[in-house]
């Protein structure tokens, strides 16, 4: 009987049959909560997003997920790609303009593969000349549109060499701080040594596979050290979720335990009513704590739910503000696709109902006291 009694009471107390009013009087305590768990969900997928998107662009844009001084083919597995490349530091000379380059000779097949899924490129149907690929950014910097000239000149073995070139792609700048003076040449305009680009697949770890190029006297360095303060930066932003998790788990035991009390004052005359029934001062308490944590974890859930919708709008709102003030996000990615971390966000709702029904449970201790 008291069973049923506590099973109907928070089904009351949880709206059920109660009016639209009702409801949202019941969620008013949790409010706060619920915006600040939207607002910090938001922040997590946000980072996680961006911090995941530079990762791989570093390796995209830079020298490859590992870089190699000799020839590594037989030591890679058949989900790598091993491209020859060959390096240079260049001018760009346009009819609106100057600029410096840092050239990349490859060949035909360099933007294959993956390359080919993971970077926007505009690229001209016939082939031309001396054919060159430059970044969005510098391209819009320098009024330049495919089939467009221009004169690159490279500075190699203490001379320099020009080269009549051809504008036939241009690649999104995703990354600006990496990629926008960043241009790609036919390796054969490029006369330093050759060096071998590994681009692993996204997520894998290049540790393994440098263990056996180094076992095999193979010289290689991943890009986690030829990179190591924009990877370091990657890291950082990474590091930043556990304070976001704690800071959330915090805020829910503080307003859950509001609530709790909100609840009481509230129900002072059911409480009564309650133990004429019979029911304990436990019972009672568990009730409560019932109601509270229930109450808890719906506005956790709405929060997150909200945080994830906000979150899907922010690559477009990030292409827009790159758009018009392209300086603002030099050290940010602008282009980007949302991952959602569903271990965090996992993560931050558990420890946020532990540490709220610890808070709750000493709040409702007043009960019967």
Same mark, same amino acid.
């Given at each position: 009987m008291k069973l049923e009694i506590s099973r109907l009471y928070i089904s009351r107390k949880r709206g059920k049959g109660m009016t639209l009013?009702? !409801?949202?009087?019941?969620? #008013?305590?949790?409010?706060? $909560?619920?915006?600040? =768990?939207?607002?910090? +969900?938001?922040?997590? =997928? &946000?980072?996680?997003?961006?911090? %995941?998107? @530079?990762?791989?662009? @570093?390796a995209?844009?830079?020298s490859g997920t590992i870089l190699s001084l000799s020839d590594p083919s037989a030591y890679i597995g058949e989900d790598a790609e091993c491209s020859c490349v060959r390096y240079s530091n260049a001018l760009l000379y346009? %009819?609106?303009? %100057? /600029?410096?380059?840092?050239? !990349?000779?490859?060949e035909d097949s360099y933007f294959l593969g993956f390359r080919s899924d993971e970077i926007e490129?505009?690229?001209?149907? =016939?082939?031309?000349m001396n054919p060159v690929i430059l970044s969005s950014s510098l391209a819009a910097e320098l009024s330049l549109s495919p089939g467009d000239r221009m004169t690159i000149l490279i500075w190699e073995d203490g001379r320099a060499r020009p080269y *009549?070139?051809?504008?036939?792609? @241009? &690649?999104? +700048?995703?990354?600006?701080? #990496?990629d926008s003076y960043l241009a790609y040449l036919p390796i054969d305009l490029v006369s330093s040594s050759l060096s071998y680009e590994i681009l692993l697949p996204d997520g894998e770890d290049p540790g393994e596979l440098l263990r056996v190029l180094h076992s095999n006297g193979i010289p290689a360095e991943s890009y986690m050290t030829m990179y190591s303060s924009l990877y370091s930066n990657v890291r950082s932003s990474l590091s930043t979720l556990y304070l976001i998790l704690a800071s959330v788990a915090l805020l829910a035991a503080f307003f859950s335990s509001d609530a709790a009390e909100a609840y009481i004052d509230r129900d002072r005359s059911d409480i009564k009513t309650l133990w004429i029934l019979g029911l304990s001062v436990s019972q009672i308490r568990n009730i409560y704590f019932r109601i509270t944590l229930l109450s808890v974890f719906s506005a956790l859930l709405a929060g997150t739910v909200l945080g994830l919708g $906000?979150?899907?709008? /922010?690559?477009? @709102? *990030?292409?827009?503000?790159?758009y018009s003030v392209p300086? *603002? #996000? %030099?050290?940010?990615? =602008? /282009? &980007?696709?949302?991952?959602?971390?569903?271990l965090p966000l996992l993560a931050?709702? $558990? *420890?946020?109902?532990?540490?709220?029904? &610890?808070?709750?449970? $000493?709040? #409702?201790?007043k009960i019967g006291s």
């Open positions: 009013r009702y !409801k949202i009087s019941a969620l #008013l305590p949790l409010l706060v $909560l619920f915006s600040v =768990t939207a607002a910090l +969900s938001f922040a997590i =997928t &946000f980072i996680y997003s961006v911090s %995941e998107r @530079i990762d791989r662009m @570093i995209l844009m830079g346009s %009819e609106n303009g %100057e /600029s410096a380059l840092f050239v !990349k000779g490859v490129m505009e690229r001209l149907d =016939t082939s031309v *009549l070139c051809t504008l036939s792609g @241009i &690649f999104s +700048s995703v990354y600006p701080q #990496l $906000l979150s899907a709008l /922010s690559p477009f @709102i *990030l292409k827009a503000v790159a300086a *603002l #996000l %030099e050290y940010y990615v =602008t /282009s &980007f696709s949302i991952s959602v971390p569903l931050m709702m $558990l *420890l946020s109902l532990a540490v709220s029904a &610890f808070s709750v449970a $000493l709040s #409702l201790r």
